[in-house]
């Protein structure tokens, strides 16, 4: 390396994620735009979709707009709606509590296992009541949920569950692939994924009873695509649906992305665990916590230190953000946010979401990220002098 190329690199501001580019996108993309069918359900979303159940092993895939609208309408395909309530983590991304809010129905914020960050079974079963319509999951990180514990609850309650695997693509745990857990499992491809079609999502339903409406509900509350499958031969409007379709010039991205989806999680892999091996003596000597699920289990979408308080988890970000680094810290508990006061309770005071948040810092991690990259970035988390 020459001493100009040391000092640019040194001057680089290494941003937080980076969208995955594969080879394909730009040929597939334009193989759509000569074939005149643009809009959704052509051939690369047949492609996209087979793939995705490849990976997933879920029964079912519709390819939608986002993961937000996948959980949407998840609510309405569950009738979830005003006077029920909905189990779910408090350190969550919105989109899973804005689905239920937005039925009618109340949002119950539980606490989470310190260790994964994931909902605290425990704390599901204390909550489950006569108005309990679902219990909602997310895998966070991609590190799976204490899933025998919530199927078991689940069970005995006759509950079903929304599973947002949003960052899961590829956990598993056992025999269960994330994105089965639930009866319906919303995916997202926004360019912040290891997978992405820029902005995108899927429902994966694992209740063959559901895919019908599901179908309808995506396409306007149209039986379109009974129709294009030649199954009823005029479609109509037949229940209260939306647009939550993906355009095949999305699905063109994410096919082409889903190819890759192995060179994407080796090249992830690749940087998770180069941050895990090297900052092991730094964090055992500083009180910090290194995320540390079993490796293959988890989807390597994010890689967090646990700090040991929320001085220096805001002396850490500053730091790095000195040399050029951005990490960030992960969720504003929901129950403590001003939607979910309004739109939800808590049964008691959710200290482990709060600490949580008030002490994790995710660190810089894509596929295709620079050797040099990571080496700054430890570089830079080990000079960080800790408590
Ligand atoms: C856990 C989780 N769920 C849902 C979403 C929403 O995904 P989308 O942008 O595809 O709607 C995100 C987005 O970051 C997320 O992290």
């Given at each position: 390396?020459?001493?100009?190329?040391?000092?640019?690199?040194?001057?680089?501001?290494?941003?937080?994620?980076?969208?995955?580019?594969?080879?394909?996108?730009?040929?597939?993309?334009?193989?759509?735009?000569?074939?005149?069918?643009?809009?959704?359900?052509?051939?690369?979303?047949?492609?996209?979709t087979e793939r995705l159940l490849g990976i997933t092993t879920a029964d079912h895939a519709?390819?939608?707009?986002?993961?937000?609208?996948?959980?949407?309408?998840?609510?309405?395909?569950?009738?979830?709606?005003?006077?029920?309530?909905?189990?779910?983590?408090?350190?969550?991304?919105?989109?899973?509590?804005?689905?239920?809010?937005?039925?009618?129905?109340?949002?119950?914020?539980?606490?989470?296992?310190?260790?994964?960050?994931?909902?605290?079974?425990?704390?599901?079963?204390?909550?489950?009541?006569?108005?309990?319509?679902?219990?909602?999951?997310?895998?966070?990180?991609?590190?799976?949920?204490?899933?025998?514990?919530?199927?078991?609850?689940?069970?005995?309650?006759?509950?079903?569950?929304?599973?947002?695997?949003?960052?899961?693509?590829?956990?598993?745990?056992?025999?269960?692939?994330?994105?089965?857990?639930?009866?319906?499992?919303?995916?997202?491809?926004?360019?912040?994924?290891?997978?992405?079609?820029?902005?995108?999502?899927?429902?994966?339903?694992?209740?063959?009873?559901?895919?019908?409406?599901?179908?309808?509900?995506?396409?306007?509350?149209?039986?379109?695509?009974?129709?294009?499958?030649?199954?009823?031969?005029?479609?109509?409007?037949?229940?209260?649906?939306?647009?939550?379709?993906?355009?095949?010039?999305?699905?063109?991205?994410?096919?082409?992305?889903?190819?890759?989806?192995?060179?994407?999680?080796?090249?992830?892999?690749?940087?998770?665990?180069?941050?895990?091996?090297?900052?092991?003596?730094?964090?055992?000597?500083?009180?910090?916590?290194?995320?540390?699920?079993?490796?293959?289990?988890?989807?390597?979408?994010?890689?967090?230190?646990?700090?040991?308080?929320?001085?220096?988890?805001?002396?850490?970000?500053?730091?790095?953000?000195?040399?050029?680094?951005?990490?960030?810290?992960?969720?504003?508990?929901?129950?403590?946010?001003?939607?979910?006061?309004?739109?939800?309770?808590?049964?008691?005071?959710?200290?482990?979401?709060?600490?949580?948040?008030?002490?994790?810092?995710?660190?810089?991690?894509?596929?295709?990220?620079?050797?040099?990259?990571?080496?700054?970035?430890?570089?830079?988390?080990?000079?960080?002098?800790?408590?």
């Amino acid at each position: 390396m020459t001493i100009d190329q040391h000092h640019r690199l040194k001057r680089e501001v290494i941003p937080f994620s980076m969208p995955y580019s594969s080879s394909n996108e730009l040929a597939n993309v334009s193989e759509v735009l000569r074939s005149g069918h643009v809009h959704g359900d052509g051939i690369f979303t047949a492609r996209a979709t087979e793939r995705l159940l490849g990976i997933t092993t879920a029964d079912h895939a519709l390819l939608t707009t986002s993961a937000t609208h996948a959980l949407e309408m998840a609510s309405v395909l569950l009738n979830i709606t005003d006077g029920d309530e909905v189990i779910l983590p408090s350190f969550t991304f919105p989109s899973a509590a804005d689905a239920v809010a937005r039925t009618g129905a109340t949002c119950v914020f539980v606490d989470i296992d310190p260790a994964t960050g994931n909902i605290d079974p425990q704390q599901v079963s204390e909550a489950v009541g006569p108005r309990t319509k679902a219990i909602s999951i997310m895998h966070y990180g991609g590190v799976p949920v204490q899933i025998d514990a919530i199927l078991s609850i689940a069970r005995d309650h006759d509950l079903p569950i929304i599973e947002d695997n949003a960052h899961g693509l590829g956990g598993r745990s056992g025999e269960h692939r994330l994105g089965t857990v639930g009866v319906l499992a919303a995916q997202s491809f926004h360019d912040t994924k290891n997978v992405h079609s820029g902005e995108g999502g899927a429902l994966l339903i694992n209740d063959p009873s559901l895919v019908e409406r599901a179908e309808i509900m995506r396409e306007k509350g149209t039986n379109r695509s009974q129709f294009l499958r030649g199954q009823v031969d005029k479609y109509s409007w037949v229940q209260i649906g939306s647009s939550y379709l993906m355009s095949e010039l999305n699905a063109a991205v994410l096919d082409s992305q889903l190819a890759a989806f192995d060179d994407i999680q080796h090249a992830r892999f690749g940087v998770w665990d180069r941050y895990s091996l090297e900052l092991e003596e730094w964090a055992a000597e500083n009180g910090v916590r290194r995320m540390s699920p079993p490796h293959g289990i988890h989807s390597a979408h994010v890689f967090y230190l646990v700090m040991p308080g929320w001085e220096s988890q805001t002396a850490l970000i500053s730091h790095l953000r000195a040399a050029g680094i951005i990490a960030t810290f992960h969720y504003v508990p929901l129950d403590s946010s001003p939607a979910g006061r309004r739109y939800g309770r808590v049964l008691q005071p959710l200290t482990q979401s709060e600490d949580f948040s008030r002490r994790i810092v995710r660190l810089p991690l894509w596929a295709g990220m620079p050797e040099d990259y990571v080496a700054r970035v430890i570089a830079a988390v080990v000079e960080f002098p800790g408590r």
